[in-house]
Nanobody
Framework: QVQLVESGGGLVQPGGSLRLSCAAS??????????MSWYRQAPGKERELVAT????????DYADSVKGRFAISRDNAKNTVYLQMNSLKPEDTAVYYC????????????WGQGTQVTVSS
């Protein structure tokens, strides 16, 4: 069973930076075989896709709202995916999650606890 543990969140002022980590385990195949994504859910809103990285890390994609500010990366040797967040805005406040998306809109992993990011002065 795939387990995902997010960390690195916290309280930061607008314009600040945070680096989130997601440690994954329990995949059927090697971690390097899976596309990984970061998602976030703000209070009262649906979970939204933030960033995606291909299995080998050669290609990334971002939501328009974070392009140019966030960067997703992965270390397949450590079964870990990262999200570097710069120039943070109050509207980035949310619980951030990672998961491995699969065809049909489902996911390989169960949703973890996520990590809270709060951007406030």
């Amino acid at each position: 069973q795939v387990q995902l543990v997010e960390s690195g969140g916290g309280l930061v002022q607008p314009g600040g930076s945070l680096r989130l980590s997601c440690a994954a385990s329990g995949f059927t195949f090697r971690f390097s075989a899976y596309v990984m994504s970061w998602y976030r859910q703000a209070p009262g809103k649906e979970r939204e896709l933030v960033a995606t990285i291909t299995s080998a890390g050669s290609s990334t994609d971002y939501a328009d709202s974070v392009k140019g500010r966030f960067a997703i990366s992965r270390d397949n040797a450590k079964n870990t995916v990262y999200l570097q967040m710069n120039s943070l805005k109050p509207e980035d406040t949310a619980v951030y999650y990672c998961n491995a998306p699969r065809a049909g809109g489902s996911y390989y992993g169960r949703w973890g606890q996520g990590t809270q990011v709060t951007v406030s002065s």
